[in-house]
């Protein structure tokens, strides 16, 4: 189920009926617009007329617009990035599904990963359109603003961002103005000219105000329009508008407290009374202000509140719903506190009730604890929890808020909110907080006769609203201290508490049970338990797609495939990636389809490697790419880059896979999966297929290896790839030493992989030890562990394990076909080497490797390839069916990826790189 999307905050204000233009501001707008500039910044405190400003200037600009009012909640970068895909698709209907579906997952990606994949879906966005943030203010959350700042780097060049805010946001300002990419409108420059002063009083006010009252009242506000707008308001009908405009100076709090109390107290008593009361509401539409002040007025009240000019938004083309201007709000709750202090938590405790009946769990819950009816709060936020987790809203920072808001005693009595709590601290990365809310929890459970019972009057004090979730308890409070034993690497205590959560959970908790067996599977995967950690693992996927958590299932089956190949069982690998492939694409879960089934592709990609189909591995890579452009689990984009760097390596292309390497290892996002194969020790494999034998050195002694560590499945691709390199050296200066110590290694090595079943490691340990023997000249003894090899290998068709090995392999398989070593699939190991060395220098056509830190989009790659035949921007449009404007903007990137200023540097850069 999706998060519900207020659609207010997707309105785009009308320009309003009445208005000062503002022809000067408009061109700026519209030249940084031509100009194809990034941002447009529109910074001044309240009252400026910032957001009436921008409504003015889309109406005319020609271009379809976004608009995403922000308010706190979107602090939450789930729900930032929520509504900000849901203000895209008001004009791309369509726009970040897969996205979407991401953000829903009990696990969802990397920020940069959803953008990564947001970006990709707006390039194909076929017209230039603006998206607006405004109260951007609001805003005070380092991941939201790193992910705007992220979002505003790779921008899409059809698309132009404007932000409205009070206060500067955390982002590269300066950079952009370096680089022209910038316009800004400040308060010297939103402020009313004295022309625009007149227009203002005189016309929209209807004042007829003298030339020296005007410039009098313009010195005193200093253009300031809400101001201006203020003093109108206090001057309709009075008699002495000079004696007014001489009496009230100072800053702009100073002014706005003095002309709202001149508002008020000149306003019919209803009038004023509605306006106070009223002021508690976000937002107002005529039965909630019913039941806030208990009359009946409140549409007629909106209504000659707009028509009066009053600081009365519309947010919806009916005005239903309006809200006030948010300074005159603040002063306007300020004189209700004054006035009416005990009158306000009743009205937000009216405000509240109304909200529950009309379905607004956020907005009744935030409301009751403004009226400071705790009680009553706890047992709404008790009864909210368990329906946001399942719609999988991302409402840790949104639990986290109201809990805080509690105060703990009454948190203490209530033992589902305990758990609660430690489950949203855990979300929120409050690891160590977790322990004392759940020893809390306990406390209570240890009172009522039996976990699994009613509770009982003897736990006294106790409060239990959702008896279902009780129930659950004892096997949550374990699943908790299970996942956060396994966040701190403790696997013994993981797999206490996991095996507690079986022993305790509900048969029907199906996603509690997953989530444990999962656990258990991970614990045996780290101790190098294979058949255990494949059991476990298909059972918790079994039981989380029961529960209806398909990303998690989805999750899961990457894990068991990983298992599998480690166990040599490609085709069982290869079954659960197509059978996850297919719950990503089923009827029902199109908000998945893109993330899961990309995910599948990429490990598709490389059980076709080592079936030496490098064309389809390649064609797999290609479809999660456009599937969702890396936008899938947060192991995905570096599992993208490090299958990709593999057929690199196959092509013999092996600067392009240290290239992607390094890609990975910064893309490189930790889960709760052991990393069994590091970049830093594939990057080693790659530097000793290169012959860069000193890296390789300088790698192993940073890693502290040797020939007698002691082994661990862990570090088991580590001591492999150290054989790999004392192997290396040997063949190069022969150290009869050296080779010693690789023999025994090996030996141990797979003494240990056969104890734990990890049949893909004993093959490859299998030929490193046939090579090593074979680089002494012991040909009897090398046939053995190669024959061994082969016959593990064929059921499953390994082929690059013997292929990437060269010559040296080639010459021992000629050996082993000569004896009759398991003839057929020698030959075909033969056949395979023959065919490669024919098509040695006829290779397929790969996007070539990119050494820059931010590499060419294939778009990019297009475009420098015809500029580079000497086409014209408006010749490549043509070409490609694609904007003038959108070239120039492809250029732009192109240019500044490359570091150059023309297209003459561009293309000798571009040569230099092996880009052309």
């Known amino acids: 189920?999706?998060?519900?999307?207020?659609?207010?905050?997707?309105?785009?204000?009308?320009?309003?009926?009445?208005?000062?233009?503002?022809?000067?501001?408009?061109?700026?707008?519209?030249?940084?617009?031509?100009?194809?500039?990034?941002?447009?910044?529109?910074?001044?405190?309240?009252?400026?007329?910032?957001?009436?400003?921008?409504?003015?200037?889309?109406?005319?600009?020609?271009?379809?617009?976004?608009?995403?009012?922000?308010?706190?909640?979107?602090?939450?970068?789930?729900?930032?990035?929520?509504?900000?895909?849901?203000?895209?698709?008001?004009?791309?209907?369509?726009?970040?599904?897969?996205?979407?579906?991401?953000?829903?997952?009990?696990?969802?990606?990397?920020?940069?990963?959803?953008?990564?994949?947001?970006?990709?879906?707006?390039?194909?966005?076929?017209?230039?359109?603006?998206?607006?943030?405004?109260?951007?203010?609001?805003?005070?959350?380092?991941?939201?603003?790193?992910?705007?700042?992220?979002?505003?780097?790779?921008?899409?060049?059809?698309?132009?961002?404007?932000i409205a805010t009070r206060e500067d946001p955390p982002l590269p300002l300066a950079r952009l103005r370096v680089r022209s990419q910038l316009t800004e409108?400040?308060?010297?420059?939103?402020?009313?000219?004295?022309?625009?002063?007149?227009?203002?009083?005189?016309?929209?006010?209807?004042?007829?105000?003298?030339?020296?009252?005007?410039?009098?009242?313009?010195?005193?506000?200093?253009?300031?329009?809400?101001g201006l707008q203020l003093a109108a308001l206090s001057m309709q009908g009075n008699k002495d508008v000079s004696g007014f405009i001489r009496e009230f100076a100072g800053d702009h709090r100073y002014i706005v407290n003095y002309l709202v109390e001149e508002v008020l107290q000149n306003q019919p008593e209803p009038i004023r009374r509605f306006l106070l009361q009223t002021a508690i509401l976000d937002k107002l539409n005529g039965p909630l202000c019913d039941a806030v002040t208990g009359k009946e007025e409140g549409n007629a009240q909106l209504e000659a509140l707009q028509r009066g000019n009053f600081f009365v938004i519309p947010l919806d083309d009916k005005r239903n719903w309006y809200r006030y201007h948010h300074l005159f709000a603040d002063v306007l709750r300020m004189h209700l506190m004054a006035e009416q202090p005990d009158q306000v938590p009743v009205l937000h405790r009216r405000a509240s009730e109304w909200y529950e009946h009309n379905g607004s769990?956020?907005?009744?819950?935030?409301?009751?604890?403004?009226?400071?009816?705790?009680?009553?709060?706890?047992?709404?936020?008790?009864?909210?929890?368990?329906?946001?987790?399942?719609?999988?809203?991302?409402?840790?920072?949104?639990?986290?808020?109201?809990?805080?808001?509690?105060?703990?005693?009454?948190?203490?009595?209530?033992?589902?909110?305990c758990v609660d709590y430690a489950y949203a601290l855990f979300g929120g990365g409050e690891v160590e907080a977790v322990e004392a809310r759940l020893?809390?929890?306990?406390?209570?459970?240890?009172?009522?006769?039996?976990?699994?019972?009613?509770?009982?009057?003897?736990?006294?004090?106790?409060?239990?609203?959702?008896?279902?979730?009780?129930?659950?308890?004892?096997?949550?409070?374990?699943?908790?201290?299970?996942?956060?034993?396994?966040?701190?690497?403790?696997?013994?205590?993981?797999?206490?508490?996991?095996?507690?959560?079986?022993?305790?959970?509900?048969?029907?908790?199906?996603?509690?049970?997953?989530?444990?067996?999962?656990?258990?599977?991970?614990?045996?995967?780290?101790?190098?338990?294979?058949?255990?950690?494949?059991?476990?693992?298909?059972?918790?996927?079994?039981?989380?797609?029961?529960?209806?958590?398909?990303?998690?299932?989805?999750?899961?089956?990457?894990?068991?495939?990983?298992?599998?190949?480690?166990?040599?069982?490609?085709?069982?690998?290869?079954?659960?990636?197509?059978?996850?492939?297919?719950?990503?694409?089923?009827?029902?879960?199109?908000?998945?389809?893109?993330?899961?089934?990309?995910?599948?592709?990429?490990?598709?990609?490389?059980?076709?490697?080592?079936?030496?189909?490098?064309q389809t591995a390649t064609q797999h890579l290609l479809t999660s790419q456009a599937l969702g452009e890396l936008a899938g689990l947060p192991q995905n984009p570096y599992r993208w880059c490090a299958a990709m760097a593999r057929i690199r390596e196959a092509h013999g292309d092996l600067d392009g896979a240290l290239a992607l390497l390094d890609q990975a290892e910064r893309l490189y996002d930790a889960n709760f999966s052991p990393n069994v194969r590091p970049i830093a020790t594939r990057k080693t494999r790659v530097w000793v297929a290169q012959g860069r034998l000193g890296e390789a050195l300088d790698w192993v002694r940073e890693q502290g290896l040797s020939v007698d560590n002691e082994l661990s499945y862990l570090h088991e691709f580590d001591h492999i790839t150290l054989a790999r390199v004392l192997l290396a050296r040997y063949q190069s200066d022969y150290t009869e030493g050296a080779i010693s110590g690789v023999v025994g290694l090996l030996e141990r090595l797979l003494k240990a992989a056969e104890?734990?079943?990890?049949?893909?490691?004993?093959?490859?340990?299998?030929?490193?030890?046939?090579?090593?023997?074979?680089?002494?000249?012991?040909?009897?003894?090398?046939?053995?562990?190669?024959?061994?090899?082969?016959?593990?290998?064929?059921p499953q068709g390994y082929i690059r394990m013997f292929l990437d090995e060269g010559s040296s392999m080639r010459q021992l398989l000629r050996e082993a076909s000569a004896r009759k070593i398991m003839p057929d699939y020698t030959d075909k190991l033969l056949a395979t080497f023959e065919a490669e060395k024919r098509k040695n220098e006829d290779k397929p056509d790969l996007p070539p490797a990119q050494p820059l830190i931010e590499p060419l989009s294939q778009r990019e790659l297009k475009i420098l390839q015809l500029i580079a035949q000497g086409l014209s921007n408006r010749e490549i449009g043509e070409r490609l069916f694609l904007a003038l404007d959108t070239i120039k903007g492809h250029n732009r990137k192109i240019f500044d990826k490359l570091q150059v200023q023309s297209r003459t540097e561009a293309i000798a850069r571009a040569r230099e790189l092996g880009l052309l």
Request: charge should be negative; proline fraction near 6%.
């Open 1 to 162: 189920m999706s998060t519900p999307i207020l659609a207010t905050k997707l309105y785009i204000p009308p320009p309003r009926a009445k208005i000062v233009l503002r022809p000067r501001l408009i061109e700026r707008l519209n030249e940084g617009l031509s100009s194809g500039r990034k941002l447009t910044l529109i910074s001044a405190s309240a009252g400026f007329g910032k957001t009436t400003l921008v409504s003015e200037w889309i109406a005319t600009c020609g271009r379809p617009v976004a608009w995403l009012s922000l308010d706190e909640g979107d602090n939450d970068p789930a729900r930032f990035l929520t509504y900000l895909i849901a203000a895209l698709q008001t004009i791309a209907a369509n726009i970040g599904e897969g996205v979407l579906g991401a953000l829903q997952s009990p696990q969802p990606p990397s920020i940069e990963s959803i953008l990564t994949a947001l970006l990709n879906e707006i390039t194909t966005i076929p017209d230039n359109f603006i998206l607006v943030l405004d109260d951007y203010h609001i805003i005070d959350s380092k991941p939201v603003d790193n992910a705007l700042a992220f979002l505003l780097e790779y921008l899409p060049p059809q698309m132009h961002l404007v």
């Open 185 to 226: 409108l400040r308060a010297a420059d939103l402020r009313f000219t004295p022309v625009e002063t007149a227009e203002f009083l005189n016309q929209m006010m209807g004042l007829n105000l003298s030339a020296e009252n005007i410039a009098a009242l313009e010195a005193r506000t200093e253009g300031w329009i809400a």
């Open 361 to 417: 769990p956020d907005n009744t819950i935030r409301h009751a604890l403004a009226a400071g009816d705790f009680e009553r709060a706890a047992t709404l936020v008790e009864l909210a929890v368990p329906e946001m987790r399942r719609n999988r809203q991302g409402a840790t920072v949104t639990e986290l808020g109201w809990l805080r808001a509690l105060p703990d005693e009454l948190v203490h009595f209530r033992p589902v909110l």
């Open 439 to 614: 020893r809390d929890a306990e406390r209570w459970l240890d009172m009522t006769a039996g976990a699994r019972e009613r509770p009982k009057a003897s736990a006294e004090g106790m409060i239990v609203v959702n008896e279902e979730e009780f129930r659950r308890l004892p096997g949550m409070i374990a699943l908790l201290r299970a996942a956060r034993a396994l966040a701190q690497g403790d696997m013994p205590e993981t797999a206490k508490n996991a095996r507690r959560v079986l022993d305790l959970a509900p048969e029907d908790a199906h996603l509690m049970l997953g989530g444990a067996a999962s656990s258990l599977g991970l614990v045996a995967w780290t101790s190098g338990d294979l058949d255990t950690a494949c059991r476990m693992t298909a059972d918790g996927m079994a039981s989380v797609r029961r529960a209806g958590y398909i990303s998690s299932a989805i999750g899961g089956a990457i894990v068991l495939a990983d298992i599998q190949i480690a166990q040599g069982h490609l085709h069982e690998a290869m079954t659960t990636y197509e059978r996850a492939l297919q719950w990503a694409t089923e009827p029902g879960t199109p908000a998945l389809a893109v993330r899961g089934a990309a995910d599948m592709y990429v490990g598709m990609s490389a059980v076709h490697r080592e079936h030496n189909d490098l």
């Open 755 to 794: 104890e734990r079943g990890g049949k893909g490691s004993m093959i490859e340990i299998l030929v490193l030890q046939a090579l090593a023997y074979h680089a002494q000249g012991d040909l009897p003894a090398a046939l053995l562990p190669l024959q061994y090899a082969l016959a593990l290998a064929e």
